[in-house]
């Protein structure tokens, strides 16, 4: 039966929580497994705070962080989703997934083989589906964004944040130099542009555009210059702060169709 598959998602970010959260809810037994200290921005929709907090709550989805594997069975029964930190994703010789989903957009493969489990697939670039990978799910904004490439790369990396309510570029937080995070703002307040939502060892991080905190850096989190730490919606709705994302929902269905064109039959 389908509901007694197994997937293992590499990777507990925005977008590997958004396809976990889709088939943990379609009732496959999904596995996620981290590094020890994720720095996800969109931390309200990122299984990954569990290896923080121990839990971490998504749309009436849970992740639970386990010790080791001997503890994924009974986290199952709870109806939660096990998360391992396991950089390397060794747990793969115990659980033998049926599936294997890289999700940790690295923008290059970290290790993911095609022989580690009956369906391998790779989300965004970095992965060619027939040799890294059997499949690679699309995973840049745009007309093809969600399909499935069954031959071939998914579309280089723009560097250019997708665009809400007519921003782009301008609604990312980045750290001006390299240092620690220290912000009293949570996501879901609201901002003006011009205001500081934080300093890096005395540097001001400035937002360039009014509205929500829609992803931010833990307080204490350690940056290097130029790299993003946060996120600001100019759309201003903070229930986006806390529901899985209209992207992050294209590339879990097209997961869902990945898993279910090969192993269905």
């Not at 976990?20 to 999904?30: C, D, G, I, N, Y």
């Not at 570029?169 to 980045?174: C, I, P, S, T, Y």
């Not at 609201?190 to 009014?210: F, K």
């Not at 905190?213 to 790299?227: K, P, Y």
Request: hydrophobic residues 40%; contains cysteine; glycine residues 12%.
């Amino acid at each position: 039966m389908l509901a007694d598959m197994v997937v293992l998602i590499r990777g507990a970010g925005e977008l590997a929580s958004g396809v976990a959260h889709r088939l943990a809810r379609s009732h496959f037994k999904v596995c996620l497994t981290e590094i020890p200290y994720p720095q996800a921005v969109r931390r309200e929709t990122s299984f990954c705070e569990a290896v923080y907090d121990g839990e971490k709550e998504v749309e009436g989805v849970v992740a639970r962080l386990v010790q080791s594997p001997d503890e994924i069975p009974a986290v199952w029964q709870e109806g939660k989703v096990p998360l391992l930190i396991d950089p390397e994703a060794r747990v793969k010789n115990v659980l033998k997934p049926d599936v294997l989903l890289d999700a940790i957009i690295a923008k290059k493969n970290l290790g993911t083989r095609i022989t580690d489990a009956p369906l391998v697939i790779g989300l965004g670039p970095g992965f060619q589906a027939g040799k890294d990978v059997h499949l690679v799910v699309e995973t840049n904004r745009g007309h093809n964004l969600g399909r499935v490439i069954s031959e071939g790369e998914a579309e280089a990396n723009t560097g250019v944040p997708g665009e809400i309510a007519g921003v782009t570029a301008e609604r990312v937080l980045h750290a001006p130099k390299a240092g620690k995070l220290s912000t009293s703002w949570r996501i879901g307040d609201h901002v003006e542009a011009g205001e500081a939502i934080g300093r890096v060892d005395g540097s001001p991080v400035v937002t360039l555009v009014g509205g929500v905190i829609r992803g931010l850096l833990r307080d204490g989190a350690e940056v290097h210059r130029g790299m993003k730490m946060g996120d600001v919606d100019p759309r201003g709705i903070e229930e986006y702060c806390y529901t899985v994302s209209d992207k992050a929902r294209a590339i879990a269905g097209g997961v869902l169709e990945a898993i279910l064109s090969r192993l269905n039959q």
